[in-house]
């Protein structure tokens, strides 16, 4: 029996994807949802509980939570509680947890292959921290770069014989064509053109790279929920004002449900003109519309359509030369993204069902075959800046649009403020200056991300 795994971690969400005995790759479903949330909780006694289970737990001590550990892959250590617990640890249960989902399927055989996907500009620091994390969970760990999973399930699914003409997709299988990948994630979006080579495994090279860490389907939850709030919080500034700011359990549960209920309106629509967001004693139900939620988001999305122009622009490409452009990751489901690429581009974005699920299906497509041959050499200005753009100064807020870390389902975050790193971690000394010769050093080296989420604080 082999048993092969591909795992997508992501900000907010992880998905798994399993082929049993060369059978076509299936996902597999984690607490009754394709998706895994990425979630981790460090209760008292020590036990790591991860995804819906740590959601769940977050209601009781949000102190204890962390809602993006991906975020944190800089870090070195994390102060949960009172727990410092080295950031590979965290991770590691992430992956433990979709690795034994899987091996469910399997009746508990052992892995065979474990393939990991990562941002295109992640370097050699990070996705060592990224093996190390996985280290124990299968016979063999390989890693694919996340826009070249996503390139090669589409391409696989758009063969040129199985082409419809209805959807203007055409996938070229000789040599330099070339694709644009948008992927809109739960907590950033990243956009990478790739093209095909022969020899490098799947099929395809990363031209380009570009992205924003400061944005994602965690943040347009944010915004909803503050438009959510401006409908309602005048029929009762002070029941408004316990319900987002009360320590009880009790306001901490109303809290979880709320949230809950107004990432499940975004999703609505996605699909409908129009819903209603169910509201606890005393408000009323709030009434939101496709049109409330695009004003909110016209911003951020068109910053992202702007990066796909650049990172297209990088390669030395104009829109019309690409094969495609792709959406991938959950937000891409939010029809105004289509709408904006195709005007900015004209090119017609290409999206499939379950757009989250693309790259970890496609990430084991890649691996199918070994290359054939060594990959060829990279021109030196092909590799002069593949990292991602940090679109702005965390400590300068963007006009139009502060956006806010997501918070656990036991509280809702406050003003806008600049985000600082946590207390409680601990960064390895910078290393000595690289000679002017050398390459630059990968993405991953440098400076942690922005941290997200909840603040930490030193243990007694």
């Known amino acids: 029996m082999t048993l092969r795994v ?26 009754g949802q394709p998706l895994m949330s990425s979630a981790v909780y460090a209760a008292a006694d020590g036990t790591l509980f991860v995804g819906q289970e740590a959601d769940r737990q977050a209601a009781m001590d949000p102190s204890r939570y962390e809602p993006n550990p991906k975020r944190r892959i800089d870090e070195g250590e ?44 992640w370097g050699a620091v990070r996705t060592r921290l990224l093996r190390q994390a996985a280290g124990g969970l299968a016979r063999e760990v390989t890693l694919v770069p996340e826009p070249v999973a996503a390139a090669v399930f589409h391409a696989a699914t758009f063969a040129p014989e199985e082409i419809n003409s209805d959807r203007t997709v055409e996938i070229s299988n000789r040599p330099g064509a070339t694709l644009a990948v948008l992927d809109l994630g739960g907590g950033t979006v990243d956009v990478s053109v790739v093209s095909r080579v022969p020899g490098h495994r799947g099929g395809f090279q990363v031209l380009a790279t570009r992205g924003d860490p400061s944005f994602g389907g965690a943040d347009v939850d944010q915004l909803l929920l503050e438009h959510v709030g401006g409908l ?63 004003r909110l988001v016209a911003a951020p999305l068109g910053r992202a359509v702007e990066l796909t122009c650049a990172a297209i622009e990088e390669a030395e490409l104009r829109p019309k030369q690409l094969s495609a452009i792709f959406l991938v990751g959950g937000s891409s489901r939010i029809p105004m993204i289509s709408r904006l690429v195709h005007e900015r581009t004209g090119v017609v974005p290409t999206t499939l069902d379950q757009p989250e699920t693309v790259v970890a299906r496609g990430a084991l497509l890649a691996v199918q075959k070994a290359p054939s041959a060594p990959p060829p050499r990279v021109p030196a200005r092909q590799l002069a800046d593949q990292r991602t753009e ?68 030193r243990p007694a």
């Open 390 to 457: 940090v679109v702005r100064n965390p400590n300068v807020p963007r006009p139009g649009f502060s956006p806010r870390p997501p918070t656990p389902p036991g509280g809702f975050s406050g003003p806008a403020v600049p985000r600082q790193a946590p207390h409680g971690v601990r960064r390895p000394p910078p290393g000595p200056p690289r000679p002017a010769r050398h390459s630059p050093a990968p993405h991953g080296s440098g400076p942690s991300s922005p941290p997200r989420g909840i603040p930490r604080r």
């Open 232 to 294: 309602v919080s005048s029929a009762d500034p002070e029941a408004w004002r316990q319900l987002v700011e009360g320590r009880e359990l009790a306001d901490r549960r109303r809290r979880r449900v709320l949230r809950q209920d107004v990432r499940g309106a975004k999703e609505t629509l996605s699909r409908h003109a129009y819903t209603d967001v169910p509201m606890p004693p005393p408000f009323a139900d709030a009434h939101v519309t496709r049109e409330d939620l695009e």
């Open 6 to 31: 591909a795992v997508d971690f992501g900000t907010s969400s992880t998905c798994v994807v399993a082929a049993l005995n060369g059978r076509p790759p299936q996902v597999v479903v984690v607490d």
């Open 78 to 121: 994390l102060l949960l509680g009172d727990r410092v617990l080295r950031v590979t640890d965290v991770v590691c249960a992430v992956l433990d947890r979709a690795v034994t989902e899987a091996r469910r399927l399997a009746g508990n055989a052992e892995v065979d292959l474990l393939v990991l996907t990562h941002p295109a500009d």
